[in-house]
């Protein structure tokens, strides 16, 4: 793959993206992690990734990076909170793993996969392109997606959805910085957890699922973005925002409207994929991994997934 610069954008772009300045500067001659030949991807016809926070410490790029290695498909979507321009803009950090990110989305393009960018919150800069494609990656506000057995669905990154976005934004940043401090204590407590011995606990997301307001507001917002796609007309709704990878159907008007979330890649490590013939499936891929490493020592010869990936704990922002 030829060189390519993120500051390709249209003219002026770079310094319409503020925080991103820096990262639109770098060079993406090619990966650091290079991509392992000879492995089979599973085919699949679309997948959904979001809030994968590229430009924090808590995004788990290798992860993701052996996720992209491993699966294709001839659409995807990324739906929002791609980048973390509101972290880039109070500390900039950006290594190698989340250069390889970008290149691999490229390469995925150029290879002839449909790429639909919607983005979301924290990566809202991009929304002034709307309309634009960026290195074949398209970027659009929303977007409807035809399933291979006849349903219509929409997709949305869902801070649209959230009461806390729209009304109190400034209460959206506090909770931001609450998020990263929970995310610091995640480290620290699987920090003791792996030196007894004990498998990954995800503090944060055992937090969301406890507290009885966090647990309200998710079951809020998925009625209410459900909702909203009833009163458009669809079949149902692909969002992310939340960090929480659900599947859940709701009654509007007397029909049935699918609610999915694709999840994260800062706790949970999810992607939800459309299969051939239409069904749909949340991958978690931490599972995923250790199911492939375990097959592999159990053949003779092969070398065994990548102990250390298997855990997606890291040091948050």
Known sequence: MTDFMLSDLPEGASEAL????????????????????GRERRKYRTIWISDVHLGTKGCNAEMLIDFLDSVDSEVMYLVGDIIDGWRLKKKFYWPAAHNDIVWRLLKRAKRGTRIIYIPGNH?????????????GIEIRRAAFHGTADGRRLMVLHGDEFDAVMLSHRW???????????????????NGVRKALGKPYWSLSKAAKHKVKNAVEFIGKYEEVVARAAGERGVDGVVCGHIHTAEFRTFIHNGREIEYWNDGDWVEGCNALVEHEDGSMEILHWPDEMKRRAASETAEPGCEPARADLLDPAREAA
Do not use: C
């Open 171 to 189: 209460l959206a940043f506090v909770g931001d910085w609450a998020y990263t401090t929970v995310m610091k204590l995640n480290v620290a407590v």
């Open 18 to 37: 503020g925080p991103l300045g820096n990262v639109a500067s770098l060079p993406l001659a090619g990966p650091k992690i290079p991509e392992p030949e």
């Open 123 to 135: 990566d809202e800069m991009f929304r002034q392109f709307t309309g634009l494609n960026f290195g």
